[in-house]
């Protein structure tokens, strides 16, 4: 098992840039692929990145394509999201999320992920 905090958030403008953490406990988890979701108010949660646990494989959504970059640094048990380019339409809460069912692979499919943390809010004020 494996318990994910999410940390970096804040109230930003449009067009900077904002790093988000994802800091997992335990010792497997270089055994799980790792993937970024978001929820804005009165939407449903969707797919943002996804990266294998080795990094090999990474996955993103066209909408933030270009312009987010995940990355991963399983000696510190960190996925990072480094958000550039912010629009007001990225507003919403991230989650970060774990699933070893397809460790090589970076869904994007939220069924996969099997624990997920308690997220942070992202504000891009235009």
């Known amino acids: 098992q494996v318990q994910l905090v999410e940390s970096g958030g804040g109230l930003v403008q449009a067009g900077v840039s904002l790093r988000l953490s994802c800091v997992a406990s335990g010792r497997t988890f270089s055994s799980y692929a790792i993937g970024w979701f978001r929820q804005a108010p009165g939407k449903a949660r969707e797919f943002v990145a996804a990266?294998?646990?080795?990094?090999?494989?990474?996955n993103y959504a066209v909408s933030v394509k270009g312009r987010f970059t995940i990355s991963r640094d399983n000696a510190k048990n960190t996925v990072y999201l480094q958000m550039n380019s912010l629009k007001p339409e990225d507003t919403a809460v991230y989650y970060c999320?774990?699933?070893?069912?397809?460790?090589?692979?970076?869904?994007?499919?939220?069924?996969?992920?099997?624990?997920w943390g308690q997220g942070t809010q992202v504000t891009v004020s235009s």
């Open positions: 999320a774990a699933q070893r069912r397809e460790p090589y692979s970076s869904s994007a499919s939220s069924d996969m992920y099997d624990y």
């Open positions: 990266i294998s646990r080795s990094a090999s494989n990474t």
